[in-house]
């Protein structure tokens, strides 16, 4: 399995419903086989599709990252220094 369709896989399988936040090393492995980054990450946020305004405090004091966009419309972003 892709680890695209994976990270889909597990939050169509798990309690997310809103925007969550949390620090990348709390979250699934999954979704932590989505990062470009090279190990310096910090957090992950789950956009549901349902949400369709970017957050704007995503990008502040780092780069903005880029979504990812999982096939049932959640959007991954993760931030790393």
Do not use: N
Request: net charge negative.
């Amino acid at each position: 399995m892709q680890p695209i369709d994976e990270a889909d896989a597990f939050i169509k399988h798990s309690f997310f419903k809103v925007l969550t936040v949390m620090r990348y090393s709390d979250c699934h492995e999954s979704l932590q086989k989505l990062s470009p980054h090279g190990g310096d990450e910090d957090w992950i946020a789950l956009v549901p599709p349902s949400d369709t305004v970017f957050p704007f405090w995503i990008g502040r004091g780092y780069e903005e990252p880029e979504p990812i966009e999982l096939p049932s419309g959640w959007k991954v972003y993760i931030g790393a220094h």
